[in-house]
């Protein structure tokens, strides 16, 4: 159930802040839309998956993208190591 409110809250947060805004240049935009998802949010994403199984977790860690990436390098156990 608490999973549910944290989602619902993070959601939320995420709305404000995409509609916020009165409005965007149209050169902002055409930058967002071009560059899409960064390599480091893709394995940042990929590798908390693998840990804990976990969507909210994998999408919190892919904004954090490499900070997450060089946390789990420093932090990962012998069974993640190949």
């Known amino acids: ?13 995420i ?8 409005a965007i240049e149209h ?6 839309i071009s560059n899409g998802i960064g390599l480091g ?3 940042a994403g990929v590798t908390s998956w693998e840990r804990n ?7 919190i860690h892919g904004f954090f993208s ?5 946390y789990f390098v ?3 156990q012998r069974s993640e190591r190949k």
Do not use: N
């Open 1 to 13: 159930m608490k999973k549910i409110y944290i989602t619902l809250i993070l959601l939320v947060f």
């Open 15 to 22: 709305a404000y802040e995409a509609y916020s805004h009165d």
């Open 27 to 32: 050169d902002t935009k055409q930058t967002v």
């Open 41 to 43: 949010s893709v394995i």
């Open 53 to 59: 199984r976990s969507v909210l977790l994998a999408v």
């Open 66 to 70: 490499w900070f997450y990436v060089l």
């Open 74 to 76: 420093l932090t990962r």
